[in-house]
């Protein structure tokens, strides 16, 4: 596929020769900013925005031509619904939408006006952000393995090669396009999380993650101190991961990259990652009906790397380390059973009660390495457990964590972000679930709250930094398309990280 650029211009709407000029419009409104073509049209914008066709609700889409009337070919109208509705997401899905329809039309190119950021209770930078993301995440699809000339051809034919991104008289520009500047790096690097997630396991390895590990390394000058290969981990002494890794034929890796920026008095974050490139469930293997979606079990492991492509390209201030623990989990003759007792990084044992709870099992050796690094905080993504997706649905991700004022940033900057979270508790009550008779811990709760079971597993690996666990397991993917997303991983976990990185506060001290 070739890429969407992104352009950015200042230029009246009315005076616009776009392809298609595209406008967002509240249910029985007509934008400030289409006021002018709308004169220029004798009134036409006016009369389509509330007509039988188009009355400017949620996500509805209306295009006519404008017959030579407007130097603009066509004029696009997409609703937002009632204003008195508006959330900010749904300008990001409206932006995706409007892309979507425009390269489904095989349209070349969409113009998109930028609406008045007051209109929106917004500011130009946030409006002209969310509608770049929105639109680079509306139009990414996932068709890598076709062969057949005459589907290829008719995906070429629907590829949307530009979009723009307008701002008119009034609108702060430098803002504007400071906006679109942040937009298109975070839709860029969240699709190519999404490439790294829908890749299947036969063709994206925990080896080959580590070499898109090394290749964003080299591109962004990264420390790059990953241990790969099973004679390495295992002398590293990752006993957690070898002991997932133990079924597969596939070497393990941990990826470790470091991004600095440059300033030693900078807060240092550790992102870590799940990486299972596929969960058949081990010796406690899965049901064989939905297996195929557990190539999405590497999910928390894209993001890292996504996160670390965007804060390169944002040149974030902050000090990055970027950990990501990549295994199979299979089933053999050498596999590790229910039963075993594996000894970790840290030193600490777990007693392995149910081979398919492995993402807690590597991810112990993922955060004892992040804490042994002293970082002023610890932020983990996970596809860990099914029960989150019973509690929270793919809407919200589970939000576990030991520090209330970075379960706090965290939770806003997925209001903000539109990658959502929402709070499980973290009682000490909880702890109960996770003890064992024989070692430290046991990897399997007590048949309840099983996504605070697997957090209480993790906590124990973190050594009392401040951390928030992200239970994705819900978000990571969808079965099914929404708008604005195509079926299969949705990169989350790019953009919720690297809002909290840019907003970052100094953690308030807690009494431990
Ligand atoms: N990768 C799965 C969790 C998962 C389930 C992700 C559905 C996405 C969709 C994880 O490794 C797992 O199998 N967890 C078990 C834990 C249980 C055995 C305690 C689960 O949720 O059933
Ligand atoms: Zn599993
Ligand atoms: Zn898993």
């Known amino acids: 596929m070739t890429e969407t650029k992104v352009h950015f211009r200042k230029e009246e709407p009315?005076?616009?020769?776009?392809?298609?000029?595209?406008?967002?419009?509240?249910?029985?409104?007509?934008?400030?900013?289409?006021?002018?073509i709308d004169a220029k049209l004798g009134g036409e914008v006016k009369k389509h925005a509330d007509s039988d066709k188009f009355k400017g609700k949620g996500l509805e889409v209306f295009v006519h031509h404008t017959l030579g009337k407007s130097s603009a070919k066509r004029v696009m109208l997409i609703g937002l619904g009632k204003k008195?509705?508006?959330?900010?997401?749904?300008?990001?899905?409206?932006?995706?939408?409007?892309?979507?329809?425009?390269?489904?039309?095989?349209?070349?190119?969409?113009?998109?006006?930028?609406?008045?950021?007051?209109?929106?209770?917004?500011?130009?930078?946030?409006?002209?952000?969310?509608?770049?993301?929105?639109?680079?995440?509306g139009v990414y699809r996932y068709a890598e393995f076709k062969t057949e000339q005459k589907e290829i051809d008719e995906l070429k034919e629907k590829e949307l090669k530009e979009i723009t991104i307008i701002a008119s008289n009034g609108i702060n520009e430098k803002e504007a396009e400071e906006g679109k500047r942040i937009g298109e790096i975070l839709g860029r690097s969240a699709n190519y999380?999404?490439?790294?997630?829908?890749?299947?396991?036969?063709?994206?390895?925990?080896?080959?993650?580590?070499?898109?590990?090394?290749?964003?390394?080299?591109?962004?000058?990264?420390?790059?101190?990953?241990?790969?290969?099973?004679?390495?981990?295992?002398?590293?002494?990752?006993?957690?991961?070898?002991?997932?890794?133990?079924?597969?034929d596939q070497d393990p890796a941990m990826i470790v990259l470091e991004y600095s920026c440059g300033k030693k008095d900078a807060p240092t974050i550790a992102v870590v990652g799940k990486g299972i490139n596929f969960d058949s469930g081990g010796i406690s293997i899965k049901p064989s009906k939905g297996m195929e979606l557990m190539k999405h079990d590497k999910s928390g492991a894209s993001a890292v790397l996504g996160?670390?492509?965007?804060?390169?390209?944002?040149?974030?201030?902050?000090?990055?380390?970027?950990?990501?623990?990549?295994?199979?989990?299979?089933?053999?003759?050498?596999?590790?059973?229910?039963?075993?007792?594996?000894?970790?990084?840290?030193?600490?044992?777990?007693?392995?009660?149910?081979?398919?709870?492995?993402?807690?099992?590597?991810?112990?050796?993922a955060l004892a390495l992040a804490a042994s690094k002293k970082p002023d905080a610890i932020i983990d993504m996970a596809t860990l457990t099914g029960a989150v997706v019973i509690a929270l649905g793919s809407i919200v991700s589970g939000e576990m964590g030991n520090n209330k004022d970075l379960l706090k940033q965290i939770?806003?900057?997925?209001?903000?972000?539109?990658?959502?979270?929402?709070?499980?508790?973290?009682?000490?009550?909880?702890?109960?679930?996770?003890?064992?008779?024989?070692?430290?811990?046991?990897?399997?709760?007590?048949?309840?709250?099983?996504?605070?079971?697997g957090a209480k597993l993790l906590e124990k690996f973190i050594e009392k930094v401040p951390w928030v666990h992200l239970d994705i397991a819900g978000t990571a993917y969808y079965e099914k398309e929404k708008p604005g997303f195509c079926l299969g991983a949705t990169g989350y976990g790019v953009r919720i990280v690297i809002q909290t990185l840019m907003d970052w506060k100094e953690l308030k001290k807690e009494k431990k």
């Open 307 to 365: 996160i670390m492509d965007a804060a390169s390209h944002l040149k974030l201030d902050v000090n990055l380390i970027g950990i990501a623990a990549c295994t199979e989990n299979m089933p053999s003759g050498s596999a590790y059973k229910p039963g075993d007792v594996v000894k970790t990084y840290s030193g600490k044992t777990i007693e392995i009660l149910n081979t398919d709870a492995e993402g807690r099992v590597i991810l112990s050796d």
């Open 14 to 36: 009315e005076k616009s020769e776009a392809e298609t000029l595209a406008f967002f419009v509240f249910e029985g409104e007509v934008p400030g900013a289409a006021r002018g």
């Open 411 to 453: 939770f806003e900057a997925g209001e903000k972000s539109g990658e959502r979270t929402w709070e499980l508790p973290m009682y000490a009550d909880y702890n109960e679930h996770v003890k064992s008779t024989i070692a430290d811990v046991k990897n399997v709760g007590i048949g309840e709250a099983g996504p605070i079971s």
């Open 84 to 137: 008195e509705e508006f959330f900010f997401d749904q300008l990001r899905r409206a932006a995706a939408i409007g892309a979507i329809y425009a390269r489904d039309s095989t349209f070349k190119s969409a113009v998109f006006v930028l609406p008045n950021p007051s209109e929106l209770k917004s500011d130009a930078r946030s409006v002209a952000r969310g509608i770049v993301e929105g639109a680079l995440l």
């Open 193 to 248: 999380t999404r490439d790294l997630a829908n890749a299947p396991s036969n063709i994206l390895t925990p080896r080959g993650l580590a070499e898109k590990a090394a290749e964003l390394a080299k591109m962004h000058g990264l420390k790059n101190s990953s241990i790969v290969g099973k004679e390495a981990c295992k002398k590293a002494g990752f006993g957690a991961l070898m002991a997932v890794n133990s079924g597969s």
